[in-house]
């Protein structure tokens, strides 16, 4: 067991991602600024949050929202400059909430001055920094690995006569991690940020920087109902070679943490990845997220699935980084649809499903990671035409349904379904026009619900999400049971129930989550001689749960 007095300050603190395009806009121009996300550290602070997570603000032409990086040692002017950085991370310090850069290091963008000179030719001093192959004797391209956004993952380039490698949009060139230069360069940004005073990375898409050694096709898509295409770059065997490097040139001797996010690991690899003998402080692993919508992230063909599946990927993650490693908690980020759809299958309110999410991932082992917004409990928001998406996957998820023969009508549902740009809608600060978020038209629509969905809202109603969120940090961050505690789940086979316990020293905190629009009943004796720590919907009485209801008792 670990002692409290021995947690890192990033485990025993909440952390919040922002999407900066959609916090707040202090320029009243309709996207958010760096500006806007200082504004509201006093907000942050009321959740008990020590860590912010920023999506990438570095210069970009946003073909991807930021993760298509031109020069990652400047600020794209949309969201603000170099200084309104620099200020936030200062006064971010003074409210002990530290910023965590995103690191996109699989990829730049096209416009990046390395893929610009990379282009030329096969004989400069860039030609070597991306995944450059010769096309196949008639032409086509050298496999039939499919990006992460739809189409092929090769882009023909006249000038090199050659293709290039793009596991996402194709103005995203992936890099050559096997060239030491291409390597330096990137440990070299992470460490001027890391001196800037950041508290640590999230490193996007990590999984993807290793290539395989022979480039072979794969099965086609489709294929038994197979869409595995996509996968032949991920977690290839040797990548952690250079992650090993890139924690010793970066990581080691500074108080940061580095999350990384890793599709195409399971629980079962974690040991690899943090802990004593891993790369990283913390993985972001999606077996969870894969629950509702299948490992392979086709829209149009999400999964069947029961409470007990989702229950044994979040226990397998919390069994694996139990004595080894740190979990970081989470049900929404940037990628998702709202969690108040995505992991309930019944009717009910939207307030009780975001209150019962709020009870597991603020009682639960590990590091809680709130996305903007979840506190407030929006649901997905109200498309009603594909040209309403501005995301680049969803309209290449809307293609690939329409290719796999659904109707338009069908191929939007899964877009409504799924898209990432539920998650991107203007954070909803009161009332007011543009929901508070700025004074001129937002670049994604505002959700319909903001009326009666916001922070002003619900800071006068005690029973509301945002105040439940405020409760449970503030309880998380004084009991030591909820910090370092131990977890143990209870009622594995219910399909109504999602429980634990968490036992440190004497003490013991149990959360019962009822994910059904019906009531539940459970055993009193799993929390005798404890009494109610919180209740989202009030009082509580042992042995049953009101529909949607969450109690934590200690
Ligand atoms: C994962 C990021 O979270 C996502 O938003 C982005 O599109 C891809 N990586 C590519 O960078």
New binding site residues.
């Given amino acids: 067991m670990i002692r409290c007095e021995d947690l890192a300050w990033w485990q025993k603190t909440i952390a919040y991602e922002v999407y900066p395009k959609s916090f707040l806009d202090t320029r009243n121009r309709g996207t958010g600024t760096l500006k806007g996300i200082t504004a509201k550290l006093d907000y942050l602070q009321s959740l008990g949050v020590g860590a912010m997570w920023i999506?990438p603000c570095y210069k970009s032409p946003m073909v991807?929202?930021g993760?298509?990086v031109q020069d990652y040692y400047s600020i794209d002017p949309s969201f603000g400059t170099m200084e309104d950085m620099d200020e936030l991370i200062a006064r971010g310090r003074e409210r002990g909430i530290r910023v965590v850069m995103d690191l996109?290091f699989?990829?730049t963008s096209d416009q990046c001055a390395w893929f610009q000179a990379s282009k030329k030719s096969r004989n400069n001093e860039y030609a070597d920094w991306y995944v450059w192959r010769d096309a196949r004797e008639d032409g086509s391209a050298p496999t039939n690995w499919r990006s992460?956004?739809g189409g092929s993952a090769w882009e023909w380039c006249e000038k090199r006569g050659q293709y290039y490698l793009h596991?996402?949009a194709k103005q995203?060139p992936d890099l050559n991690w096997e060239n030491p230069n291409v390597r330096k360069a990137l440990f070299d940004i992470a460490n001027y940020w890391a001196d800037k005073g950041v508290g640590g990375f999230r490193i996007?898409?990590i999984t993807y920087i290793k290539k395989p050694v022979v480039f072979a096709d794969g099965p086609a898509d489709g294929e038994d109902g197979l869409y595995p295409v996509h996968n032949a770059t991920a977690n290839q065997p040797g990548i952690l070679d250079y992650l090993h490097e890139f924690k010793a040139a970066v990581r080691d001797g500074r108080d940061i943490f580095m999350v990384g996010?890793a599709n195409g690991v399971d629980a079962s690899e974690l040991h690899n990845w943090v802990g004593e003998d891993g790369v990283f402080d913390l993985l972001f692993e999606f077996s969870h997220m894969h629950v509702p919508m299948g490992a392979a992230e086709i829209w149009c063909r999400p999964a069947t699935w029961t409470l007990t599946d989702l229950k044994r990927a979040l226990a397998a993650s919390q069994e694996a980084t139990a004595t080894n490693g740190w979990y970081p908690a989470f049900f929404e980020?940037?990628?998702q649809p709202r969690s108040t759809v995505n992991f309930f299958q019944c009717d009910g309110s939207l307030a009780n499903k975001a209150k019962v999410l709020g009870a597991v991932l603020l009682t639960t082992r590990g590091t809680p990671f709130l996305y903007q917004g979840e506190e407030l409990g929006y649901g997905n928001a109200d498309w009603r035409d594909v040209d309403e998406f501005d995301d680049?996957?969803t309209r290449a998820q809307y293609d690939f349904a329409k290719g796999e023969g659904l109707d338009d009508a069908d191929a939007l549902a899964a877009c409504v379904r799924f898209s990432?740009d539920n998650a991107r809608t203007p954070m909803q600060w009161s009332d007011g026009a543009y929901a508070g978020f700025s004074a001129a038209a937002p670049w994604l629509p505002v959700h319909d619900d903001h009326a009666v969905c916001n922070v002003e809202a619900q800071e006068s109603d005690p029973s509301s999400p945002l105040a439940w969120y405020r409760e449970l940090a503030a309880l998380r961050l004084k009991t030591p049971t909820l910090l370092a505690g131990d977890w143990t789940e209870l009622m594995g086979e219910s399909e109504q129930v999602l429980a634990f316990k968490r036992t440190y020293e004497d003490a013991c905190v149990v959360t019962l989550a009822n994910f059904s629009n019906e009531p539940a009943a459970y055993d009193p004796a799993l929390v005798e001689g404890l009494t109610l720590l919180a209740g989202s919907q009030g009082t509580a009485e042992p042995g049953v749960l009101r529909p949607l209801e969450a109690t934590v008792w200690g």
């Fill in positions: 999506t991807d929202n993760y298509d996109v699989n990829h992460i956004f596991t996402f995203q996007d898409a996010e980020n940037h990628d680049v996957q990432r």
